[in-house]
């Protein structure tokens, strides 16, 4: 069954799905760029060509969405499949991105949108105003058709900021929703790495032992620090590339500072268009 590891753009979904690659799928808990591969982008336009669907056109892409999880369900009936998305929950051209019988959980990472804007900026290589826009309309990404990159080829249908966080609440009535906030994953990494293994584990029903080396390493080897040293040495294979050069994706981290970087008419105006899920979140 899928759980999804799901986010708006640049929110610390990288950081989740590297300490849960690190632990999951390698021996010692030492993270590689090579053990994030086990964790899909869905939706990966792969999927699609595989069960021999018109990639071409967007509604047969949206029209099949189901019916690609339930051939990676079928094919891993026994285990658990992470699927990252940034894909919105809303229903587009009346097609519906999951539904319950498909996903077995969701782990939902939030990022302050003050914050999300900076690097949002920075990963598409536009002005932060620019970027302070976007954040705030129904974006769809993708649909790049000549791109070597997979991912790139297929279009996500985003959504706002806001929406997207509230769209996505829909799992907590079956209690298969867990919220990361990314601030707190900055702060207490430990703490909130058990919380996301715990459900991981419940959902499944699973008894567990927490190893507490591979945890270790798993937390020490996917710190911000490590993953800008790596991709120093490597292009991380999940970085934009723009004018054939690799933007740099691991450049702020816990550094981006909204206060420091953000004039305050942006700051008002991005408070004033969320504030309601700034409140509930703790942000305002």
Excluded: C
Aim: proline content about 2%.
């Amino acid at each position: 069954m899928i759980i999804w590891l799901s986010s708006y753009p640049k929110s610390g979904n990288t950081l989740v799905r590297s300490l849960l690659s690190a632990y999951l799928f390698t021996e010692d808990g030492k993270f590689n760029f090579e053990s994030l591969k086990n964790i899909s982008l869905f939706p990966d336009i792969t999927f699609f060509e595989k069960l021999g669907v018109n990639v071409e056109s967007d509604d047969e892409v949206l029209k099949n969405y189901i019916r690609a999880q339930e051939e990676i369900n079928k094919n891993n009936y026994k285990a658990i499949t992470f699927l990252k998305t940034h894909s919105t929950l809303h229903s587009i051209n009346n097609h519906k991105f999951t539904n319950y019988k498909n996903t077995h959980g969701v782990i939902y990472i939030v990022r302050d949108p003050r914050n999300v804007v900076t690097s949002y900026a920075n990963h598409n290589q536009i002005t932060i105003e620019q970027a302070a826009e976007a954040i705030k309309s129904f974006k769809v990404l993708g649909g790049v058709k000549n791109s070597k990159i997979a991912a790139d080829r297929g279009k996500t249908h985003v959504g706002s900021w806001s929406s997207h966080y509230n769209v996505w609440k829909e799992f907590k009535k079956t209690n298969r929703y867990l919220l990361v906030k990314y601030e707190d994953l900055i702060s207490d990494t430990k703490t909130q790495f058990l919380r996301m293994l715990n459900f991981i584990y419940t959902l499944g029903n699973a008894k567990h032992n927490i190893d507490q080396e591979k945890l270790n390493n798993a937390i020490n080897t996917t710190t911000f620090e490590n993953l800008q040293n790596m991709e120093k040495s490597m292009p991380f294979h999940e970085a934009k590339k723009i004018n054939n050069k690799y933007v740099t994706f691991f450049k702020y981290g816990p550094k981006n500072d909204w206060k420091q970087i953000l004039s305050s008419k942006i700051s008002q105006n991005l408070e004033l268009e969320f504030s309601t899920e700034m409140k509930e979140l703790g942000y305002l």
